[in-house]
């Protein structure tokens, strides 16, 4: 019978570190042997308690513990497993790798092991995008240490870009590819945005406009028409877009979410706001119309406030605004060279999609059901989740439900490939 293999898994101090018990538990489950090391920050955010049950070990912490020594000595903790895993990998626990630094248990067994190490790196972006950071990373990769993540999206301080801590899943999956001795991991889908973050950059040198968030047509100074859109599907499609290497100009309607990193955002009221703005933008490569743009507007908004008291109910005219996304595919020159918008539908999602891919002379449209039961009416509105069929001329592709940033990243990831 073969022995158990064991992972040796380090464990940072940071926000994501209560990630490590999911870790632990899919490691377990996948039939491989699991001891804890924690750094002192780590005790800040999980307990040895927790840790321990869930690895059903002894989980250590102390480089100077007489027990622990005459236990099980630092040296052969380091050399006692197949493969090291460092997750969350905090800025400091890079640096400290990076330069060969030993000054608790963690990293002096970093240093003790004769084994391979996979780093599983979570910060704040930009502690992520610092170029100490990057050079750390980049040295322990000449070192032969393998890089899982980070990952993009919306991150525990508020900001939103890549930083995230790969999903456990994914870090299982590169255990199990080291394991096996694979050496270049094929990513899962939804690891884009990390894949890109670390090595190659698909989209470098291409120019994406995306729109994002709802817009507000006034009724008067104080009054809008808007919808429930959240801008979360238009701004994570602009951050996998950068984190793919692309220049991105991301034009967003009002909303409440951070504005994604290393974008340049355009803010805009009002759908001919945004049709500006997009105009001023142009050109670029790739057009993504994710905004949920207001089809009709007041037909003339009132300069003052309108007073219940001052008359009857005022009527409200309305009057159709521009198609930003027609006007972008139907241009004559300097069309981008993909074009793709969203469909939100209520009922029979694919067919309404396919009409308005023709209608609006598109390559792509991303069709998701807005009717789906979700907290709220209005389904996929600012939701995590997101159920949608990518529409093109040649077929239509259903994926299955998942995260608006994994939505994001498979988009990208399918932008790159059209593009060739
Ligand atoms: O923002 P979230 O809360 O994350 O929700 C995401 C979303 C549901 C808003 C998004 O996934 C989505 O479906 N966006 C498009 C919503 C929409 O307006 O659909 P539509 O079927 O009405 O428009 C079709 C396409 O034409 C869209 O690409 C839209 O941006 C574009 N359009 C529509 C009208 C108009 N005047 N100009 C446009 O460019």
Not at 235 to 248: F, L, P, Q, S
Request: with cysteine.
């Amino acid at each position: 019978m073969m022995a158990q293999k064991r992972i040796l898994l380090v464990v940072g101090g940071g926000i994501a570190a209560y990630k490590a018990l999911d870790l632990c538990r899919l490691i377990r489950r996948s039939g491989l042997a699991v001891r804890a090391v924690m750094t002192k920050a780590a005790g800040e955010f999980v307990t040895p308690l927790s840790l321990g049950s869930v690895t059903g070990d002894k989980v250590y912490g102390e480089l100077f513990s007489l027990t622990d020594e005459a236990e099980m000595g630092h040296i052969e903790l380091s050399r006692d497993a197949d493969l090291v895993v460092v997750a969350p990998a905090t800025a400091n626990l890079l640096a400290k790798m990076a330069n060969g630094l030993a000054d608790d248990l963690a990293t002096t067994l970093l240093l003790a092991t004769d084994k391979k190490v996979l780093v599983a790196p979570a910060m704040n972006l930009r502690m992520w995008a610092h170029p100490a950071t990057r050079r750390n990373v980049e040295r322990l990769k000449a070192d032969g240490v393998t890089v899982v993540g980070p990952t993009a999206g919306s991150m525990a301080c508020g900001e939103f870009g890549v930083g995230r801590l790969a999903e456990p899943a994914d870090i299982l999956a590169a255990i199990e590819a080291m394991l096996q001795g694979v050496t270049a991991l094929r990513l899962p889908e939804g690891a884009w945005a990390e894949a890109s973050a670390n090595g190659p950059r698909p989209l470098a040198g291409r120019h994406v406009v995306v729109t994002s968030g709802p817009t507000h047509e006034p009724i008067d100074p104080v009054r809008y028409i808007a919808n429930r859109s959240s801008g979360k599907q238009g701004h994570a499609i602009a951050a996998a877009a950068a984190a793919a290497g692309a220049r991105v100009t991301l034009v967003s309607g009002p909303v409440a979410i951070p504005d994604p990193f290393g974008v340049a955002v355009v803010r805009v009221e009002s759908a001919r706001e945004m049709q500006a703005a997009v105009e001023r933008a142009l050109p670029c490569d790739v057009f993504i119309g994710a905004a949920a743009v207001a089809d009709w507007r007041v037909a003339e908004a009132a300069e003052g406030k309108l007073k219940k008291e001052s008359g009857p109910r005022p009527p409200l005219a309305l009057a159709e605004n521009p198609d930003i996304l027609a006007g972008v595919a139907g241009r004559s020159s300097g069309r981008p060279r993909l074009v793709i918008g969203f469909a939100a539908e209520t009922s029979d999602v694919v067919p309404h999609a396919q009409a308005k891919l023709l209608r609006k002379g598109c390559d792509a449209i991303v069709a998701n059901d807005v009717g789906l039961a979700g907290e709220t009416p209005g389904g996929v509105f600012g939701q995590a989740a997101n159920t949608v069929h990518l529409v093109t001329r040649e077929g239509v592709e259903s994926w299955p439900t998942m995260g608006k940033q994994q939505v994001a990243d498979r988009l990208v990831a399918r932008i790159a490939a059209m593009l060739g």
